[in-house]
């Protein structure tokens, strides 16, 4: 059993190009499943039938969430359909299991207010206050993931005309435009507070460094947001992913088309997206609430 999930991992690196924490989520989430199945005697894949999927999401209980559980039953039928298009099983067990509903929890954003007090907390005169500005700057500008903006290459960067080539889920490439807030306190950053951060021994590709001139970390970013949410007494449990939500929620506020937010967001599937347009409704049924005469 363990060599026929380790030659779908190798199909999943190579041939769909999935990303490293996805991987690693499908890896754990199959080979617990394996642990249970021997448990139950069963040794082979062409032994396993829905009811064994049943009892190992029952067998789940209330420790995981409904998103988790589906999760995993998400890498399952992925896997069985993988040992079914090779001959390894007769039929996919998993076929007619539905996944377990569950209501999506909107997510939390920040009022434009709270993004401006935020954008103007850093010293934009100490080489760790540019960078920090222009760090914040470019997650509201672009909506990008915490992960893609510690791995931003100066490569990717192309401030003239204003957009970055950015590297997201699956190793897919996509534009992004910036803006020109963004783009200057980029600039600024990068002319002037990444060169003191650099030190002369380290040839550092990255964009966004550390206090030592190494790349920064994703918990270094949470640290610095924590701190700048603060001193700019945000009220909300800040997170590097609120801003990207704000990005999103605040483009469809003004106008921008769902397509459009699909492409810069790095979205494979738009279902994903529209979750924003709920946000939306949502902000603006609490502004006519509290500003209505007659609400």
């Given at each position: 059993m363990e060599d026929e999930l380790d030659l779908?991992?190798?199909?999943?690196a190579v041939e769909r190009g999935l990303s490293t924490n996805t991987l690693t989520a499908y890896s754990s989430d199959l080979r617990e499943l394996v642990q249970f199945l021997l448990n139950q005697n069963i040794v082979t894949w062409r032994d396993v039938s829905a009811e064994h999927i049943h009892r190992y999401l029952e067998s789940l209980g209330t420790s995981l969430s409904h998103r988790s559980k589906a999760r995993r039953l998400a890498a399952m039928r992925s896997f069985f359909k993988y040992l079914?298009?090779?001959?390894?099983?007769?039929?996919?067990?998993?076929?007619?299991?539905?996944?377990?509903?569950?209501?999506?929890?909107?997510?939390?954003?920040?009022?434009?207010?709270?993004?401006?007090?935020?954008?103007?907390?850093?010293?934009?005169?100490?080489?760790?206050?540019?960078?920090?500005?222009?760090?914040?700057?470019?997650?509201?500008?672009t909506g990008l993931r915490v992960s893609e903006l510690v791995n931003l290459q100066l490569q990717q960067v192309h401030l003239d005309p204003g957009y970055l080539v950015v590297r997201g889920k699956g190793d897919k490439e996509r534009l992004v435009p910036m803006g020109e807030w963004a783009a200057e306190a980029l600039k600024v950053y990068l002319e002037e507070g990444r060169r003191h951060l650099i030190r002369k021994n380290i040839q550092a590709v990255e964009v966004f460094l550390n206090s030592r001139g190494g790349k920064l970390s994703r918990q270094g970013i949470w640290k610095i947001i924590k701190h700048y949410a603060k001193l700019s007494k945000v009220k909300q449990n800040l997170t590097p992913h609120m801003l990207r939500h704000s990005f999103a929620t605040h483009l469809l506020e003004n106008g921008a088309d769902l397509r459009s937010l699909q492409a810069m967001l790095g979205h494979a599937d738009i279902s994903t997206t529209q979750i924003y347009t709920h946000v939306a409704r949502s902000r603006l049924k609490e502004i006519h609430k509290k500003y209505h005469p007659r609400p």
């Open positions: 779908f991992m190798d199909y999943l079914e298009r090779r001959g390894r099983i007769e039929r996919n067990p998993s076929s007619g299991i539905r996944f377990p509903k569950f209501h999506a929890a909107l997510p939390h954003v920040l009022s434009t207010l709270e993004v401006e007090n935020l954008l103007a907390g850093p010293n934009s005169k100490t080489p760790l206050g540019q960078r920090d500005k222009a760090m914040f700057e470019l997650l509201y500008a």
